[in-house]
């Protein structure tokens, strides 16, 4: 059973930056392409960014958000800058496309 523990989340004004973790329990991103999603209020969850080799995103956070991996931490990042209301959001981690539990996310929040 994989667990993960999503961390970094927080309160912050629009234009600022957060940046989120993703530990996983096992040896679970060296092979996987491992991913970050979101859901925001009465929304369904949706994906922002997967990282296998190289890094896509979505539309909605291409140049503003940048994912990360370190794969002997078994940990997985998310650099969020210039971040807008409309990002707010819980944020989760998995692989891409989804398979594990999901974890209890991490809140964000921006201010405008």
């Known amino acids: 059973q994989v667990h993960l523990v999503e961390s970094g989340g927080g309160l912050v004004q629009a234009g600022g930056s957060l940046r989120l973790s993703c530990a996983a329990s096992g040896s679970i991103f060296r092979f996987n392409a491992m991913g970050w999603y979101r859901q925001a209020p009465g929304k369904q969850r949706e994906w922002v960014a997967t990282?296998?080799?190289?890094?896509n995103y979505a539309d909605s956070v291409k140049g503003r958000f940048t994912i990360s991996r370190d794969n002997a931490k078994n940990t997985l990042y998310l650099q969020m800058n210039s971040l807008k209301p409309e990002d707010t959001a819980v944020y989760y981690c998995n692989r891409a496309p989804p398979l594990y539990d999901w974890g209890q996310g991490t809140q964000v929040t921006v201010s405008s």
């Open positions: 990282i296998t080799v190289s890094a």
